[in-house]
């Protein structure tokens, strides 16, 4: 038996406190979120991978909102999300997953994204040749949104001047917005998603990738158009929303911890497996990603009934004890292999060479140019985006040299 707790208020802003206290507790714990949902928060890293690949628990999208809607008290949990951005693979469970991620991959291949890195660092070059030592910036601007949202931008054939209205949407469906704000966020992007979609559809096929998507064919099965929308909703999403965390987390985690600094500054050829490292420590999605039980689930000697939601909390399953040694503490020489941060089994990140591309020239380049960068705030006083779903700062301010 478990009972059933209510997170603190501040639970986003300190996750790991609760997740270290939950987790010593057991793997699996009956909860209370601060927005007034209940649901099964999973913190240790065994449950957690169980939880992810057992095929009675599901992440179909319908069944999430009327789970969502029984186990929530406050009407705005409840994210009624525009039905044209939903159907998309992160919501669905096999065989409709299976169809759609198989179309998909067949778009986006190792190759397709290998040969983006001489763009990556030229786009990445072209940032850093903006700023200037001595200059006080919040990095997130300046620097790590920017430079995931143009690759993603161009990967799609989005023009680059609409990049501030995807934020601002963005940031209105992931954050606790209104639900007047996510309603009119979400209608805005499918509308211009729709417009986008049709425009490559009636065009000639060409070898750019979301051509390749529109057009990708599999024994005579195609995407549908409401299908393509949701998928570059996806994509979008999914494409800058993450690296940008994944960057400003990692650069706040080596600021705070000077010798680690050394270490990569030092021995610059160790940055792209230590990606892994900052993945690890404060992955920059999913404190806890939601799904939800088709059957009753024994997780840990607990069982959690069938219709609840469920919680994986990837960041937690990554600081287990149990499973990687002084785990709340950044090392960038550790083999941090097996962490979750790109979720596990069906729904394993598709764009994960992609991200560790990215990181890996944002780092090397920005290391090389500013050595000495510093923060130029109390680390306290750095606020964390209000989600569940991502794990992000508001601002970074640093001083460059
Ligand atoms: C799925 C993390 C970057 C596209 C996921 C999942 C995680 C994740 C945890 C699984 C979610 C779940 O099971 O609930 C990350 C992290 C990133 C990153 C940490 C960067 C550091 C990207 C990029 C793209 C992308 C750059 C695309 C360009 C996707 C897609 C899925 C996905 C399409 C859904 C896969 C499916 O349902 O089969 N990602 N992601 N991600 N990610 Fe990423």
């Known amino acids: 038996m478990t009972t059933l707790t209510r997170l603190?208020?501040?639970?986003v802003q300190n996750p790991h406190e609760v997740h270290d206290l939950l987790r010593a507790e057991g793997p699996v714990r009956e909860v209370i979120l601060p927005h007034g949902l209940k649901a099964w928060l999973v913190t240790r890293y065994d449950e957690a991978k169980i939880a992810l690949t057992d095929p009675r628990v599901s992440k179909n999208v319908q069944t999430g909102g009327h789970l969502m809607a029984k186990h929530s008290t406050q009407t705005h949990v409840r994210r009624e999300i525009e039905p044209t951005l939903s159907v998309h693979m992160l919501n669905m469970d096999p065989p409709d997953h299976t169809r759609l991620r198989k179309?998909?991959?067949?778009?986006?291949?190792?190759?397709?994204i290998e040969l983006m890195r001489p763009r990556v660092q030229e786009i990445a070059a072209e940032l850093i040749a903006k700023l200037n030592d001595g200059d006080e910036v919040d990095l997130l601007e300046a620097f790590a949104f920017p430079l995931p949202i143009t690759v993603i931008c161009e990967l799609l054939g989005i023009p680059i001047d609409n990049r501030d209205d995807f934020r601002e949407w963005s940031n209105q469906l992931l954050t606790f917005g209104t639900p007047e704000q996510v309603k009119a966020a979400a209608g805005a992007m499918a509308g211009f998603l729709f417009q986008h979609v049709t425009a490559i559809a009636e065009a000639e096929p060409n070898d750019t990738f979301f051509s390749a998507l529109v057009h990708a064919d599999d024994s005579g099965d195609r995407l549908s158009t409401e299908e393509l929308i949701s998928m570059a909703f996806l994509l979008l999403v999914a494409g800058h929303e993450t690296t940008v965390n994944l960057i400003g987390n990692a650069v706040l985690s080596l600021l705070k911890n000077p010798e680690q600094l050394q270490i990569l500054k030092d021995?610059?050829?160790?940055?792209?497996?230590?990606?892994?490292?900052?993945?690890?420590?404060?992955?920059?999605?999913?404190?806890?990603?939601?799904?939800y039980t088709l059957e009753p689930v024994e997780l840990g000697g607990v069982t959690v009934p069938a219709d609840e939601i469920l919680m994986v909390s990837l960041i937690a399953a990554n600081r287990d004890p149990q499973r990687y040694e002084n785990a709340g503490q950044l090392d960038v020489t550790r083999s941090a292999q097996g962490h979750v941060a790109f979720g596990h089994g069906i729904h394993f990140c598709l764009g994960a060479p992609l991200a560790r591309l990215e990181f890996d020239v944002a780092l090397t380049q920005l290391l090389a140019r500013f050595p000495n960068?510093?923060?130029?705030?109390?680390?306290?006083?750095?606020?964390?985006?209000?989600?569940?779903l991502i794990r992000g700062l508001h601002t970074l301010p640093v001083r460059l040299a």
């Open 373 to 388: 960068l510093a923060l130029a705030a109390e680390p306290e006083t750095l606020g964390w985006r209000d989600s569940t």
């Open 8 to 11: 603190p208020a501040d639970y």
């Open 267 to 291: 021995r610059p050829e160790l940055i792209p497996a230590s990606t892994e490292e900052f993945l690890r420590l404060e992955g920059p999605v999913n404190v806890a990603t939601f799904r």
């Open 103 to 112: 179309l998909v991959t067949k778009a986006f291949t190792a190759r397709r």
